[in-house]
């Protein structure tokens, strides 16, 4: 039976086989080269992409913390009373090489005490928003300087870091260790000043005449005698022999409500229904309070004598 195969179909049977057994053709060839250079080219766009965005990681985390340990400085500086209170030239609008971290450009740029300054209202905006349009708010303007420190290490505006804060007035030492005593003030003794000083700044001599107005100024000094800023302050009447009236700071707006000047007037209680004064003769003297970071300091004028 072998014998009777022919040439012609064995001939077919091995083009056949050739055909199921052969390798890809030219465009299957290709289109695979092309397959794979795009996942390679996917894959190192990938790996190029991570390394790109770990170094941005890696420069932002150390600009952070060149900001960090340049607002550090910034503080320490600003912890002396003296520093504080100065123009800042030494920072302000300031750029140098951070000194761990030569690649990294540092500046300083801060807003000193001045009339400018934000705005700090006692004891909140919203309960002086009503004085302000007045113009008589209590603002403590010099108790904070706003500071931005900009950290960057290229050109690009992305290549940078901005930090902003604000710094607050340090506390001082006052003149004296003032302690309460049943009410009332004692200070150790020795030479050292009150830090509270009363004077009496305006108004006529003794004795005052009747609905005659004198006006006292009051200031908070440190133990080296320099003024203590943005403090508040409250009055009261003493009699002593006599009365009088302190007159209304809210509705005289030459007098700040912040307390530092105030004024009292020779009359001591009005007649509701006539609308006439009494007057209380005799010598007064008014006192003076302030509360400094939870430290109550009270101080006694002069005395005052009212004329009949």
């Not at 080219?41 to 960090?68: C, D, K, M, N, W």
């Not at 003149?175 to 150790?188: C, D, F, H, N």
């Not at 409250?234 to 700040?256: H, I, K």
């Not at 006694?300 to 004329?307: A, K, N, T």
Request: proline share 9%; glycine share 8%.
């Amino acid at each position: 039976m072998l014998g009777s195969i022919s040439t012609g179909a064995l001939a077919g049977v091995f083009v056949r086989s050739s055909r199921l057994t052969g390798g890809f053709s030219l465009v299957e060839t290709v289109l695979a080269y092309f397959l794979l250079a795009g996942a390679i080219y996917l894959i190192v766009g990938l790996f190029h992409g991570g390394l790109r965005a770990h170094s941005r990681s890696q420069r932002l985390t150390e600009a952070a913390r060149v900001a960090e340990s340049t607002l550090a400085r910034v503080r320490a500086w600003a912890s002396d009373p003296i520093h504080f209170s100065s123009p800042w030239s030494g920072y302000n609008g300031v750029t140098f090489a951070d000194p761990d971290l030569p690649g990294y450009q540092v500046r300083v740029d801060c807003r000193p005490p001045s009339p400018d300054s934000l705005d700090l209202f006692s004891p909140c905006r919203s309960l002086e928003a009503s004085y302000l349009a007045l113009g008589i708010d209590r603002c403590m303007k010099a108790s904070v300087v706003p500071v931005r420190i900009q950290v960057s290490w290229g050109r690009s505006y992305q290549d940078q870091v901005t930090v902003w804060t604000h710094i607050a007035e340090p506390e001082r030492a006052l003149a004296a260790s003032p302690t309460l005593v049943g009410g009332e003030l004692t200070i150790p003794p020795g030479p050292a000043p009150h830090p509270l000083v009363v004077r009496r700044v305006g108004g006529p001599p003794d004795p005052v005449p009747r609905n005659g107005e004198v006006e006292f100024e009051a200031q908070l000094n440190d133990a080296r005698g320099i003024p203590i800023r943005d403090v508040m302050f409250e009055w009261y009447v003493v009699p002593v022999t006599g009365n009088a009236t302190l007159v209304d700071s809210q509705l005289d707006p030459a007098q700040p409500r912040s307390g530092t000047t105030r004024r009292v007037r020779h009359c001591y209680a009005q007649n509701p229904s006539t609308g006439a004064w009494r007057y209380a003769p005799g010598a007064i003297r008014l006192r003076a309070r302030a509360r400094y970071h939870g430290v109550e300091v009270l101080q006694l004028s002069e005395e005052v004598v009212l004329g009949p």
